[in-house]
Structure formats: structure tokens, C-alpha cells
């Protein structure tokens, strides 16, 4: 069992930054990918980005690509999501997610994951 605890959300500027953090605890969490997926009002939730914990290999949805960066750190057991030039079609809560490794390989569906966390709110407005 693991249990992902989201922090950093907030109101943010057109333009601007924020960092997302979530904190993982229970099971070693070696074997799973940890990222993100959010959801805008009105719209089904969509993946934005994931790590390996153990190879690091990343993944992010086209839609965030040159702007978030996502990184893990292993010591603190904590992934991080660096949001820059946020656009208004950001805004949506944001849930933290793991997602079990088989031979090397996730995928980042909803439908796959394995354990979530509670969300935090992204509101991103003049």
C-alpha cells in the first residue's frame, strides 16, 4: 500500500510558475511509476506526467511538453512537478498517482493506477 500526499497548488498568473510536490510513504515504491494526472471542471481527468522511481525514465503529455518538469527524490521520497508559463487551460485539480512496473513498462492511464492521492487545486487566472 501506498499513500501519495499532494501539496503546493495554489492561484497562479497566466505566465507564471508553481511546483507540485507529493509525498510517498508505505511499501517501497522502487517498482512503480509516480506522476501526475489532473482534471479540468467539466472534463475527464488526463494524464500530464510520470517518472519511474527506480530507471527515472519520464513521460509527459503533449499539451506540457518544454514547460513541466518532473523529478524524484529517492532520499526524501518525493516526486516534484516544476510547472512553468502556465496557461489558464492548466487550471484543474491535480492528483499525485503511482502505477505498478511490469517488465519495465507504464503506461500512465487512469484505469492502470494503482493507488491516488487526494488532489490539490491548480487555478491559473488573470
Known amino acids: 500500500q501506498l499513500q501519495l500526499v499532494e501539496s503546493g497548488g495554489g492561484l497562479v498568473q497566466p505566465g507564471g510558475s508553481l511546483t507540485l510536490s507529493c509525498a510517498v510513504s508505505?511499501?517501497?515504491?522502487?517498482?512503480?511509476?509516480i506522476g501526475w494526472f489532473r482534471q479540468a471542471p467539466g472534463k475527464e481527468r488526463e494524464g500530464v506526467s510520470a517518472i519511474a522511481a527506480r530507471a527515472g525514465n519520464t513521460w509527459y503529455a503533449d499539451s506540457v511538453k518544454g514547460r513541466f518538469t518532473i523529478s524524484r527524490n529517492t532520499a526524501e521520497n518525493t516526486v516534484h512537478l516544476q510547472m512553468n508559463s502556465l496557461k489558464p487551460e492548466d487550471t484543474g485539480v491535480y492528483y499525485c498517482?503511482?502505477?505498478?512496473?511490469?517488465?519495465?513498462?507504464?503506461?500512465?492511464?487512469?484505469?492502470?493506477?494503482?493507488?491516488w492521492g487526494k488532489g490539490t487545486l491548480v487555478t491559473v487566472s488573470a
Open positions: 498517482a503511482a502505477e505498478k512496473i511490469y517488465s519495465g513498462t507504464y503506461y500512465w492511464e487512469d484505469y492502470l493506477i494503482d493507488f
Open positions: 508505505g511499501v517501497t515504491w522502487d517498482y512503480y511509476a
